[in-house]
């Protein structure tokens, strides 16, 4: 995209206030559905130019503008999801959302590094934290569409049936088949609070080399997924167990002992940044229940880590 605040428009256009302020909306619908900000700002662009390709007697006929916005951006979505599984067959190793920052901490990914506008921003709430997001690659297209636009964006069957191009009753199912995929992936909940200490245990216990004060921290049977993209290196298959990521986790400290590790919240949800020289090459999420880490999530591919670029 070449323009990150939105597409350029007629600024006489009586439904430009109505049109523009779907803005944000269709960006957090596109991000939860694809898991990817970059992929999210190019649907919006394309929904806003679909908009005004359109005559202005075209325009005026549709009186809903912001229920037509999210009808073209869920159906590219949907597109593209199908897309997307051809071309993560062929990507290097494992793929893995892309991890959002905080608001304040947003910077575009494009040449110049301008801030973030607020429209562009995604709400950080528990729909978009990492375990939440993977959980969404497990389903299909359809399932996920169904799924985010009634139960997170609370569209009705009926309309989410327009996108889909299923029956509403159709898209009933879609929905609690993938309400089902959620419920068996959720383990005990921990604290906010207890996130936070055993995250920055992690970090102390890493940055020590302290084996054993690492594999403490881990559910026995916890997995550490790294995506490298092809382009940083990673673990092309998951690491599994306490022990082995454990020691994998020490082996990086002591190979790599130039790295900044930085407390940060990622995805809405504790985490961890880790930088070199100022750049950020690695941003980890955690899964914590039970007291306990079940699964770290290490994203390293760079085209990944562009909104965590300050510099």
């Given at each position: 995209m070449t323009n990150p605040s939105g597409p350029r428009h007629d600024t006489s256009d009586p439904n430009l206030s109505a049109v523009m302020s779907e803005r944000r909306q269709l960006i957090n619908l596109a991000y939860r559905l694809l898991g990817s900000l970059a992929d999210a700002e190019d649907v919006v662009q394309e929904t806003y130019a679909r908009w005004y390709t359109m005559s202005r007697q075209q325009q005026?006929?549709?009186?809903?503008?912001?229920?037509?916005?999210?009808?073209?951006?869920?159906?590219?979505?949907?597109?593209?999801?199908g897309s997307a599984r051809a071309r993560r067959e062929t990507y290097v190793g494992e793929w893995l959302p892309e991890p959002v920052p905080e608001p304040t901490e947003w910077i575009n990914g494009r040449p110049g590094g301008t801030t973030l506008d607020p429209a562009d921003q995604i709400t950080l709430d528990e729909t978009i934290n990492m375990a939440f997001l993977v959980v969404l690659e497990t389903m299909t297209p359809a399932e996920r569409v169904a799924f985010i636009l009634h139960d997170v964006f609370r569209y009705p069957f009926t309309e989410v049936a327009e996108i889909?191009?299923?029956?509403?009753?159709?898209?009933?199912?879609?929905?609690?088949?993938?309400?089902?995929?959620?419920r068996a992936s959720r383990n005990r909940t921990t604290p906010a609070a207890r996130r936070a200490d055993i995250v920055k245990a992690f970090k102390q216990a890493w940055e020590a080399k302290d084996i054993?004060?690492?594999?403490?921290?881990?559910?026995?049977?916890?997995?550490?997924?790294?995506?490298?993209?092809?382009?940083?290196?990673?673990?092309?298959?998951?690491i599994r167990g306490a022990d082995q990521i454990a020691r994998f986790f020490v082996d990086q400290a002591v190979a790599v002992p130039d790295v900044t590790i930085l407390e940060c919240t990622v995805s809405g949800q504790p985490g961890l940044?880790?930088?070199?020289?100022?750049?950020?090459?690695?941003?980890?999420?955690?899964h914590i229940a039970g007291g306990q880490i079940k699964h770290i999530w290490a994203v390293r591919n760079p085209d990944k880590l562009r909104p965590w670029t300050t510099n």
């Open positions: 005026e006929a549709i009186e809903y503008p912001g229920g037509w916005l999210t009808k073209v951006a869920g159906r590219i979505c949907l597109d593209l999801l889909v191009g299923r029956t509403p009753a159709a898209c009933r199912q879609l929905a609690s088949s993938a309400r089902q995929r959620l054993d004060a690492l594999i403490n921290l881990f559910d026995p049977d916890a997995t550490a997924t790294g995506d490298g993209g092809g382009l940083a290196s990673a673990k092309l298959h998951p940044v880790a930088q070199q020289d100022g750049v950020t090459v690695t941003v980890m999420a955690f």
